[in-house]
C-alpha cells in the first residue's frame, strides 16, 4: 500500500513537471509573439495643396488736413464719393463697400510749450472697405488706384488696419480628401520601412490627424493659400 502511495506521488510529481514545463514554454512563446506584435514605427504623411481664397478684404485708407473743420468733413465726403464711384465703374458691387467714421485730430488741442504750430489744425482718415467674394476684380482695381491719387487722394497705409486679407473659407470641403491623401502618403512610406528593415506592416496602432495650417503661397500672391496638414500614423511590425 505505501509502495503504490509512493508510486502515485513520483507520477503526480512527473506530471506537474511537464504541465509546468509546457505552461512555461507556452507562455514563454506567447510573450515572444506579443513582443514582435507590439513592434511599431511611427510616420508622418504630408498633403499640401494650393487653393485660390474666397474673400478679400481691402481696406483703403486716405487722408486730408485743413485749418476749417467743415471744409475738412466737405473734403473727406468727396473723397469718400469719388473713390465709391471709381470701384463701382470697376466692377465692384455697392453692397460690397463700406465706409468708417472719419477720425479726426486736432493739433492745436495737442500743442505744449513751445513746439512750432503745425500748418494745418486739423487732420483726418477715413477708410472705405472692400468686402467681396470676386478675388480677380479686386485685384485688378488695386492696380489701378494711381488714377485715383491723380485726383487728389492721399492715400496711406502699410499700417495693421490697411493691411489687405485673403481668406479661405473651403477648408471643411478639402478636409477629407486631404486627410486621405496623408494617410496614403504614410502608408507608402511605411510600406517602404518595412520592405528595408525586412519586415512586414501590419494594421494601424494609433493616428492622429494633424492640425491644418493655411498661408499665403508667397508675398507676391497672398490671394493664393498654401494648405497643409501633416498626419501622424503608427504601424504595426512583424517578421
Not at 5 to 12: D, G, M, P, T
Not at 116 to 125: C, L, P
Not at 205 to 228: L, Y
Amino acid at each position: 500500500m505505501m509502495e503504490s502511495n509512493k508510486s502515485n506521488a513520483i507520477v503526480l510529481g512527473v506530471c506537474l513537471i511537464i504541465a509546468l514545463s509546457s505552461l512555461g514554454y507556452l507562455l514563454g512563446d506567447a510573450a515572444i509573439r506579443f513582443k514582435q506584435y507590439e513592434r511599431a514605427v511611427t510616420i508622418k504623411g504630408l498633403s499640401e495643396r494650393e487653393y485660390s481664397a474666397d474673400i478679400v478684404i481691402w481696406p483703403i485708407q486716405f487722408s486730408t488736413a485743413s485749418n476749417d473743420l467743415e471744409e475738412m468733413y466737405r473734403s473727406i465726403d468727396a473723397n469718400t464719393e469719388k473713390i465709391k464711384s471709381f470701384l463701382e465703374s470697376a466692377g465692384v458691387n455697392a453692397g460690397e463697400i463700406s465706409y468708417s467714421l472719419p477720425a479726426i485730430t486736432d493739433k492745436s488741442a495737442q500743442q505744449y510749450g513751445n513746439q512750432a504750430k503745425s500748418e494745418f489744425r486739423y487732420t483726418a482718415s477715413q477708410t472705405v472697405t472692400v468686402y467681396s467674394e470676386n478675388i480677380h476684380v479686386v485685384r485688378d482695381v488695386m492696380g489701378s488706384m494711381s488714377d485715383l491719387g491723380k485726383q487728389g487722394i492721399v492715400f496711406t497705409g502699410g499700417n495693421y488696419q490697411s493691411q489687405t486679407e485673403y481668406i479661405f473659407t473651403r477648408l471643411n470641403q478639402v478636409k477629407p480628401e486631404m486627410i486621405e491623401e496623408a494617410t496614403r502618403n504614410a502608408r507608402e512610406v511605411a510600406e517602404k520601412f518595412a520592405a528595408d528593415s525586412k519586415s512586414t506592416l501590419g494594421k494601424i496602432k494609433f493616428a492622429s490627424q494633424g492640425q491644418f495650417s493655411i498661408s499665403a503661397r508667397d508675398k507676391n500672391n497672398p490671394h493664393i493659400k498654401k494648405v497643409r496638414v501633416v498626419s501622424t500614423v503608427v504601424y504595426y511590425l512583424s517578421d
